[in-house]
């Protein structure tokens, strides 16, 4: 069965730190990665996604992910966070096959410290 | 046009009721999923419509968990004799289509809590 796995639950950064925050997936098909964000009082949203082709992929908010398929990891990092980086972080892998059906891994509260 | 909507935003229910939560996806969306967050557990996955069917329930917890889907958009997720474990952030997302490379799109959830 897939599982995803994020080993941070909870980090604190000053402004201007870098940041990763670790993913790590079981599944043994093709899979379909995402990190999603929530921000306080606000919706689940797509940070960014992996399918195929480039393993670094950029989102939105100058936040990149790489794929790493020999470790089953797709971790996602910034270099300079800000203030309103604050959120929950959450990775979600969708495996092959007609539905669309994520896992989630279990998120990382991101507090950034102005 | 809007994003996905659900309501109530919130529902305190005692234990033994019957609850509904309702959710409306994004116009033109064909595929709408359920998911539960609840504390400790993250978000699980609970059901998953494309059109109005659902070729996966896998995630429906129990029995007293069923959902529908009408007219290819509005959703209900019905949950019966709530219990306390029940307690938790429904959410619902849907895509323009179905399969494993679209985007979901959430919405805001339904908090519910079972005295």
């Known amino acids: 069965a897939q599982s995803v796995s994020q080993h941070n639950h909870h980090v604190i950064l000053s402004e201007a730190a870098s940041l990763e925050l670790g993913c790590n997936y079981s599944?043994?098909?093709?899979?379909?990665l995402f990190w999603y964000v929530q921000y306080p009082g606000q919706h689940l949203q797509l940070l960014l996604k992996?399918?195929?082709?480039?393993?670094l992929v950029k989102g939105i908010k100058g936040f990149e992910a790489e794929f790493i398929k020999s470790k089953f990891s797709f971790n996602l990092r910034k270099p300079s966070v800000q203030w309103s980086d604050t959120a929950e972080y959450f990775c979600?892998?969708?495996?092959?096959?007609?539905?669309?059906?994520?896992?989630f891994g279990q998120g990382t509260t991101l507090q950034v410290k102005p | 046009g809007a994003g996905v909507s659900q309501s109530p935003s919130n529902k305190v229910t005692e234990k033994g009721k019957d609850v509904e939560l309702r959710c409306d996806p994004i116009?033109?969306?064909?595929?709408l999923y359920w998911y539960r967050q609840s504390l400790g557990q993250g978000l699980e996955f609970l059901i998953y419509?494309?059109?109005?069917?659902?070729?996966?329930k896998s995630g429906l917890p129990s029995d007293r968990f069923s959902a529908e889907r009408t007219g290819g958009s509005v959703s209900t997720l019905t949950i019966q004799r709530t219990q306390q474990e029940d307690s938790a952030v429904y959410l619902c997302?849907?895509?323009?289509?179905?399969?494993?490379?679209?985007?979901?799109?959430f919405g805001p959830g339904t908090r519910l809590l079972v005295l």
């Open positions: 992996y399918f195929s082709g480039d393993p």
């Open positions: 419509f494309q059109g109005n069917s659902a070729p996966d």
């Open positions: 979600a892998v969708g495996g092959s096959g007609n539905t669309g059906k994520l896992i």
């Open positions: 997302a849907s895509s323009f289509d179905r399969g494993p490379q679209e985007t979901q799109y």
């Open positions: 116009s033109g969306h064909t595929a």
């Open positions: 599944y043994g098909g093709t899979v379909n």
